[in-house]
């Protein structure tokens, strides 16, 4: 356990940037879950409707600093090239 008033501020700021890290990362996931089962059960158009709020959600995590940048950009593009096969 931290002995020092400021590792003990670290601990607490720690704990509430870790909460609101996962917070958009848990959102970022069930978007991009979503567009997933749409294009496993064969329904491109529920995929292509979904696709736009996990782009949203991708790119506001990489935005919050939750992922990389690179690895947003990876997850989009995955994702926009799954549901264009599908759709095709």
Known sequence: MANHKQAEKRNRQRI?????????????????????????????????????AAVTAITKAASKGVIHRNTASRYVSRLTRAVAVKAA
């Not at 970022?28 to 749409?38: L, N, P, Q, S, Y």
């Open 16 to 52: 509430k940037r870790r909460a609101r890290n996962l917070t958009h990362l848990s959102s970022m996931r069930t978007f991009i879950k979503k567009v997933r089962r749409a294009l496993d059960g064969g329904d491109a158009d529920a995929a292509k409707a979904s696709l736009p």
